[in-house]
């Protein structure tokens, strides 16, 4: 400040990085990518969270079923890992690609 001063500049306040990034730490638009980030987090965990019960309960009770009906026992041992990896693989793509075509739609203000 003294060299603005002497150079024949006058300053009529002083503002710092440091002082700024708090400001902007508390606007608005912060605030709401923070609560972005919550839900996108919570999100994920619902998700994993019913892909988990999808997996343990259906997928036995189909098998029971399928059981009673006659098919042998190999059949539905070898059934339930392909059925599980299928609807985990289902879940992955369909998960990415709704998550590609968000990026698409709003990437591009995320970042400002």
Do not use: H, K, N
Request: without cysteine; aromatic residues 4%; glycine residues 12%.
């Amino acid at each position: 400040m003294d060299a603005l001063t002497a150079g024949g500049l006058t300053a009529t306040g002083e503002r710092t990085v440091a002082a700024e990034w708090a400001v902007l730490s508390r606007s608005g638009g912060a605030l709401g990518m923070r609560f972005s980030l919550l839900a996108g987090v919570a999100a994920i965990l619902l998700g994993a969270a019913g892909l988990a019960v999808t997996v343990l309960g259906a997928s036995r009770a189909d098998l029971v079923a399928l059981r009673r009906q006659g098919v042998p026992a190999r059949v539905t041992r070898r059934v339930e890992p392909v059925a599980t990896l299928a609807l985990v693989a289902v879940a992955l793509v369909t998960g990415a690609a709704a998550a590609a075509v968000a990026w698409y739609a709003i990437g591009r203000y995320v970042g400002q």
